[in-house]
């Protein structure tokens, strides 16, 4: 009893002094802006949107999008590191409480002749033994340590949720880019099909004039090269359409040929928003996914600062032990067979403080790099976005010039051909307006694509406003 007074005694002043040493945790200040540079205050700005796929009004990529969600391998990585991560603080939390295990005993022994000298063989009988027993162990918490490990494991859960956030933000944006590319290289393969189909035409002129003694074997050859010039371009896009087909199936969880079918049948790139909403650096910083990632990450390496630092103090441990004890297996449990003990342990390690140290150090260092990483990455979200600011304006700008050159191009090209058909011009110019009118179509339609990829890459970068809304398990489907 007086062991058992002892231990609560004990027990009661820790609770009552218990702290947690080491560092709290306090968020870092980063060098934000007020306003990106590269915004437009003039322009009439779309909001980024929970669903910003949506907005593009493209039934085929918004279900594209949602298959990726729910089928896509690096998703399915992602969450059973977030389950992981679970699992591990669930598992520092149990440190929490008491550990209660049951043991159980049955034994026969017989002393030997040097243990009862001068007693025969004979009268060395075998002993029985039987015990079985609750046992309970808890370490008092005293300086912290269960505590902030567990602190670190939380931070290290909402690492990975962040994660796996980061992951959709950037598996929504490959299959909108890879969708985009695609169309923009179907358009390009119809620019080339047109071309060479006009140029057939061209050729066929430039025929009939050399079989009718006006034209030379000199016109015919220009124009037959320029025609095999601009099929050889042909199976070049169809390749890249085959690989961006393939790219898409893997993203929504797919073999490479599954979307062949469903993909091959050409569709126009959707009309693109003027403007979009950046917002400010701070939300920015605020709602991307990688950079609470790394923020957690510094917080989790904070704490396990507190669980070095905490084994330079002595660590007690609470135990116990309600059992029977007995020499025959049908008295266990009987009033005369209990058995109880009440313990306290103390392990103090202050004879290896070295390493003790060392460990506090190492995690101080770790602290640090967080730091570091966490400040770096609010810098490349920051870059990120006014990269895409600028890539999507100027692709804008790009875009209309493109397109005007293309009308130009293809009426220079369709004048030139009436006037040589009237002998007002000889065949150079038709060739060369030819050519310049597949040049500008191409580089048009090459333009269209890149201005509705960087639309996404600033959606991506902006975070597209949804991950935080975004439930998991109910987006990602577990097989």
Known sequence: MVSARLAMTVLSTALLAACAVGPDYVRPTAVEPATFARTDATA????????????????????????????????????SRYDQSNALLRNARFDQIPTITAQGNASRSRLSADQAPGVSREGRDDVDSY??????????????????????????????????????????????????????????????????????????????????GRGTEFDTSRARAQLESTLAI???????????????????GRVPEALIAQLDQPAPLPALPEQIDAGTPGEIVRRRPDVAAAEERLHASTARIGVATADLFPRFT??????????????????????????????WSFLDVGRVRARIAAAD????????????????????????????????????????????????????????????????????????????QDAFADARTRSAVSVVALYRALAGGWPGRMPMREKIARE
């Open 44 to 79: 009439v700005a779309a909001p980024a949107d929970d669903a910003f796929w949506e907005r593009f009004g493209d039934a085929q990529l918004t279900a594209l999008v949602e298959e990726a969600l729910s089928a896509n391998h690096d998703l399915r990585i992602a969450l």
């Open 234 to 252: 042909v199976p070049q896009l169809e390749a890249q359409v085959a690989f961006a087909e393939h790219r898409i199936a893997v993203l929504t």
């Open 318 to 347: 609470l135990g116990g032990l309600i059992g029977s004890q007995a020499i025959d297996a049908g008295n266990l449990f009987e009033r005369d067979s209990e058995t109880r003990v009440v313990a306290l342990g103390i392990d």
């Open 131 to 212: 015990d079985v027993g609750v046992v309970a162990g808890w370490e008092l918490d005293l300086w912290g340590r269960v505590r902030r490990n567990v602190e670190a494991n939380r931070a290290g859960v909402e690492a990975s949720a962040n994660d796996l956030a980061a992951m959709q933000v950037a598996i929504v944006g490959d299959v909108a880019r890879s969708y985009f590319e695609l169309r923009g290289l179907q358009e390009r393969l119809r620019v080339a099909r047109d071309n060479a189909e006009n140029q057939q035409g061209t050729l066929r002129i430039v025929q009939a004039r050399m079989d009718a």
């Open 365 to 440: 260092a770790n602290a640090e790099g967080e730091l570091a990483r966490y400040r770096q990455t609010v810098l490349l979200a920051l870059e990120d976005t006014e990269n895409a600011l600028i890539r999507q304006n100027r692709a804008r700008v790009e875009d209309g010039h493109r397109e005007q050159a293309a009308l130009d191009s293809a009426n220079a090209a369709r004048l030139a051909r009436v006037r040589y058909e009237a002998g007002a011009v000889d065949l150079f110019e038709v060739l060369d307006a030819e050519r310049a009118q597949l040049q500008a």
